[in-house]
C-alpha cells in the first residue's frame, strides 16, 4: 500500500520560510507534486517534480503564484521531496499536501493525474 506522509508546516510572519517535505512508501514514484488548499478555495497546484528517464532528465514546475520563491527538490534514495518556501505571503496560509504517482506525468500541475495524497500539512502565515 503506498502511504504519503507531509511534514514541515508551521506558523510563520511574513517574509519568512519554512520547508516542507514529502515521503512516499510502499511504490516507486515518478511524478510528485505539491498542492495547497485554503477554507473556501479550491485545491491549486504549485508545484511538481518528473523523475528523470533515460530520454529527458527531471524537471520542476512551478506555478505563476509561487515561481521564483518556492522550490522543489527530491532526495531520491530517501523518496522524498522537499518544498522549500521563501518570502511568504498571508495568502499562502493553506493546507499543503503532496501526492504522487509512479507515471512520469506530461502535466504534472493536474492534481486529477494523482493516486496518493498526503494527509496535508498546515502553513500560518500571519502579517
Known amino acids: 500500500q503506498v502511504q504519503v506522509a507531509e511534514s514541515g508546516g508551521g506558523s510563520v510572519q511574513t517574509g519568512g520560510s519554512l520547508r516542507l517535505s514529502c515521503t512516499v512508501s510502499?511504490?516507486?514514484?515518478?511524478?510528485m507534486g505539491w498542492f495547497r488548499q485554503a477554507p473556501g478555495r479550491e485545491r491549486e497546484a504549485i508545484a511538481a517534480?518528473?523523475?528523470?528517464?533515460?530520454?529527458?532528465?527531471?524537471?520542476?514546475y512551478y506555478s505563476d503564484s509561487v515561481k521564483g520563491r518556492f522550490t522543489i527538490s527530491r532526495d531520491a534514495a530517501k523518496n522524498t521531496m522537499y518544498l522549500q518556501m521563501v518570502a511568504l505571503r498571508p495568502e499562502a496560509t493553506a493546507m499543503y499536501c503532496c501526492?504522487?504517482?509512479?507515471?512520469?506525468?506530461?502535466?504534472?500541475?493536474?492534481?486529477?493525474?494523482?493516486?496518493?495524497w498526503g494527509q496535508g500539512t498546515q502553513v500560518t502565515v500571519s502579517s
Open positions: 501526492a504522487a504517482t509512479n507515471v512520469l506525468l506530461w502535466r504534472p500541475l493536474d492534481r486529477r493525474s494523482y493516486e496518493s
Open positions: 510502499g511504490a516507486s514514484v515518478g511524478t
Open positions: 517534480k518528473v523523475e528523470e528517464n533515460r530520454t529527458y532528465p527531471s524537471k520542476a
